[in-house]
């Protein structure tokens, strides 16, 4: 009887084995799709524009001899404010290096070129008719800046820094009433300085309907920089019969704010 059980319950284990095998399998889960970890580290192009003006400004004479005293009596302004402001447009170039990618911070260099429409001609009479022009232009601005920054995954915020050059034009002349010498003298070339500032840069995603090409490294940014050049000297000695020099003193430093668009390889 005992045998006849245990031989029972063997073949109902061997038929209950034999249907399960038929059965369909279940089918395993497809792996996650890992999702793209953006990084800043990547050479990059682009262009900006935006509204530039200069900050000190003030344009100061005095006369080189005591016979000159025009300045003194008040047929000269010894100091004159000429501001400056008009459009600025250019290019840039760069490298950033994210430690982390994803959330860090993020170092680079980056150069830029632009011009800038800055001119001002400001003519003054004074008490005793003597006519004084001043005039001074610069058409391009260009820095060589670090940059350090933090990003938090697509939006950069970052300080820069670092050399700025420009093409500066200054000019002055003194007309005075007939019998008196007049006095001419001008200045071109490229000054030097420094430029620092700070701003934020936003990465497109690759489906936003801004993103015309649909690329994973365009960035949009905004940004300030304050640019010093330092103060130029322009000698403006006696021209025809007359005798003696007066020296005027021109400021070059501002402020720009300025929007850009920049294409990243290596994303």
Do not use: C
Request: charged share 15%; net charge positive.
């Amino acid at each position: 009887m005992n045998k006849l059980i245990v031989s029972a319950a063997a073949f109902a284990t061997l038929t209950a084995a034999a249907s399960a095998a038929d059965l369909p399998r279940r089918a395993l889960p497809p792996a996650p799709i890992p999702v793209p970890i953006f990084t800043w580290t990547g050479t990059y192009f682009g262009v900006n524009a935006g509204y530039i003006t200069t900050t000190q400004d003030t344009v100061r004479t005095a006369g080189v001899f005591p016979g000159n005293d025009g300045v003194r009596i008040g047929n000269r302004p010894a100091a004159l404010p000429l501001p400056q402001d008009g459009f600025t447009g250019g290019g840039q170039l760069g490298y950033n290096y994210q430690f982390t990618p994803g959330s860090g911070f993020v170092v680079g260099v980056e150069t830029d070129a632009s011009y800038t429409d800055l001119n001002r001609t400001r003519r003054v009479v004074g008490q005793f008719g003597g006519i004084s022009t001043y005039r001074q232009a610069g058409d391009f601005l260009g820095t060589v800046r670090g940059r350090v920054g933090y990003a938090f995954d697509r939006v950069l915020v970052y300080g820069t820094g670092g050399f700025a050059y420009a093409s500066v034009k200054d000019r002055a002349a003194f007309q005075t009433p007939a019998g008196e010498p007049t006095f001419f003298g001008n200045r071109s070339r490229i000054d030097t300085g420094y430029a620092a500032g700070g701003g934020i840069e936003y990465a497109l995603p690759s489906d936003s309907f801004v993103n015309v090409v649909h690329a994973n490294a365009i960035t949009v940014k905004a940004e300030a920089l304050y640019y010093n050049l330092g103060n130029s000297t322009v000698l403006l000695p006696a021209i025809g019969r007359g005798q003696g020099a007066y020296v005027t003193r021109f400021q070059n430093e501002g402020v720009l704010g300025r929007v850009g668009l920049n294409y990243k390889f290596g994303s």
